[in-house]
């Protein structure tokens, strides 16, 4: 023991000798001891007894509550809610993954929920853990729309746009049949709906090409989809208009577009001029298509008659800065009178798109002079009778 305690004391000794004059440090010895400790451990339950609450008809906002995770649970720090469709789930009461409620209350509003059937799930979330609660079972909400009281257009051409007449330019439209907060009636498919021109600045006439044309045509799942639309005649401020049966309220968000004209189809006669005035009255503003054109106008012996031919589409809309190469216009006179010249050049393109011509009814001839005019392979007249001597 003796020898045991020497080694050990000089052993000591030399270690303080060594690090004491090197590094004026002291050392110190540490006792050992033996002690007990503690913890326990926990797991983060799940939700129960989740509900959703029946609206009333016509409501989108559902009523969402669960009861917290009790004992031996850990406190969750805070839940989000899933909805499903069937297998399909989505975000609800705004909330998510990285978007939780907080943990008290144990409840929310899941609104703007379309019209369906649907059940709930709430997950609890601590930092990394997730606890799914168990779907809300046989609880299930099915939103009922409320009575259909109106009508209003999904598609329609945009505000201010430029649509070309029939025959070059089409559009589509939508009406919807809706409850009083615009939720449409996707349960519908009996209402019939009929499209028609609201503000019709230029008596346009308006056609679609689809099952039904304008109507009336039955809604699918609350809706009347008509395609190919197009309208007649150029104007500026058009509007569109729907009406249904059983009646229900006109659209209010009808859009104003305009109606230009369409490719050129051929020429009318978009003005005509006499001198000296004619003794019948003067035959201004005459605005008609050679082919379907008698105009009958009346004008004394040996006066001259000057027209302007237009190109036109074909609702003889009169085409302006149109598209194309020129277009020759043949003229020839039967009766007593001739026209010059007897040949026109159209520049479809040009600002104007049309070329005079004049007529000068023979001294002493008939009352009739009968003008053909050739363009494309097509031959189109007009008529007119001379005054008596």
């Known amino acids: 023991m003796r020898s045991r305690t020497a080694g050990f004391t000089s052993m000591a000794l030399g270690l303080l000798a060594a690090i004491g004059p090197a590094t004026g440090a002291s050392a110190y010895w540490t006792a050992e001891g033996s002690g007990t400790a503690s913890a326990t451990t926990g797991n983060l339950g799940s939700p129960t007894g989740v509900t959703a609450s029946q609206p009333t008809s016509g409501a989108t906002t559902v009523r969402v509550t669960w009861t917290a995770p009790g004992p031996p649970s850990v406190a969750p720090a805070g839940y989000y809610v899933q909805r499903f469709a069937g297998a399909t789930a989505s975000p609800a009461c705004g ?19 379309a019209p369906g059937t649907y059940s709930y799930k709430v997950v609890a979330v601590l930092n990394s853990w997730t606890a799914t609660s168990a779907s809300s079972a046989s609880v299930t909400v099915t939103i009922v729309a409320a009575p259909a009281t109106k009508l209003a257009f999904t598609v329609q051409p945009a505000s201010g746009a430029n649509v070309q007449a029939t025959g070059t330019g089409t559009f589509s439209a939508s009406v919807a049949v809706q409850d009083a907060s615009g939720n449409v009636r996707t349960t519908d498919n009996t209402t019939l709906v009929t499209l028609a021109i609201g503000t ?32 007649t005649k150029v104007g500026i401020g058009y509007t569109l208009t729907a009406t249904s049966s059983p009646a229900l309220t006109a659209p209010v968000n009808a859009n104003s577009f305009n109606i230009t004209a369409g490719r050129a189809a051929g020429i009318v006669i978009s003005s005509i001029t ?98 053909t005019a050739t363009v494309a392979g097509t031959t189109q007249r007009l008529t007119v009778v001379m005054a008596s001597s």
């Open 274 to 371: 006499t001198s000296p005035t004619p003794a019948l009255g003067a035959p201004t503003g005459v605005v008609g298509a050679l082919a379907y054109s008698s105009v009958g106008q009346a004008i004394n012996t040996g006066n001259v008659l000057t027209a302007r031919i237009s190109l036109a589409d074909q609702n003889h809309n009169l085409v302006v800065n149109g598209t194309g190469s020129t277009i020759t216009v043949g003229l020839s006179v039967a009766g007593s009178g001739t026209v010059s010249p007897s040949t026109l050049s159209i520049a479809n393109g040009a600002s104007t798109s049309s070329a005079s011509f004049t007529l000068t009814r023979s001294t002493g001839g008939g009352k009739t002079v009968t003008l």
């Open 95 to 113: 909330s998510s993954p990285t978007s939780l409620l907080p943990a008290t209350p144990t409840a929310c509003d899941d609104t703007g929920v």
């Open 200 to 231: 019709n600045p230029s008596a346009g006439v308006l056609a679609c090409t689809n099952g039904g044309g304008v109507g009336p045509v039955f809604v699918t799942n609350g809706l009347a989809n008509f395609t190919g639309c197009s309208i």
